[in-house]
């Protein structure tokens, strides 16, 4: 069974850190796109980082950039967030996804400018951001 599981979430103070972690079973990230997306209560899901696994170059949206940072660990087939200087605007629901074979720019991915294709997606784990 293809899967994909998050996890790390919590509730932390405004500037501080958490790292989440979204380990795939049932398959492996050969030559896929995987990403981090969020949504808050009322709002779109927003594309937050993407990363290609196979030359793992990386997107950041503009919101996060310079605070956040993905990673991807093969032996543990796990794909990491760490987000520092958090805001209470980063409080949502944080969801990775993946896609096998993404021939796009990674940033497309994230964004939603590429074509529409079949996707895993995990279930989500709750950041909130408050003091």
């Known amino acids: 069974e293809v899967q994909l599981v998050e996890s790390g979430g919590g509730l932390v103070q405004p500037g501080g850190s958490l790292r989440l972690s979204c380990a795939a079973s049932?398959?492996?990230?050969?030559?896929?796109?995987i990403g981090w997306f969020r949504q808050a209560p009322g709002n779109k899901r927003e594309g937050v980082s993407c990363?290609?696994?196979?030359?793992?170059?990386?997107y950041f949206a503009d919101s996060v950039k310079g605070r956040f940072a993905i990673s991807m660990d093969n032996a543990k087939n796990t794909v990491y967030l760490q987000m520092y200087s958090l805001k209470p605007e980063d409080t949502a629901i944080y969801y990775c996804?993946?896609?096998?074979?993404?021939?796009?720019?990674?940033?497309?991915?994230?964004?939603?400018?590429?074509?529409?294709?079949?996707?895993?997606w995990g279930q989500g784990t709750q950041v909130t951001v408050s003091s």
């Open positions: 996804a993946a896609r096998a074979r993404y021939r796009h720019p990674v940033r497309y991915y994230c964004t939603g400018e590429g074509p529409t294709g079949i996707d895993s």
């Open positions: 049932g398959f492996t990230f050969d030559d896929y796109a």
């Open positions: 990363i290609t696994s196979s030359d793992e170059i990386t």
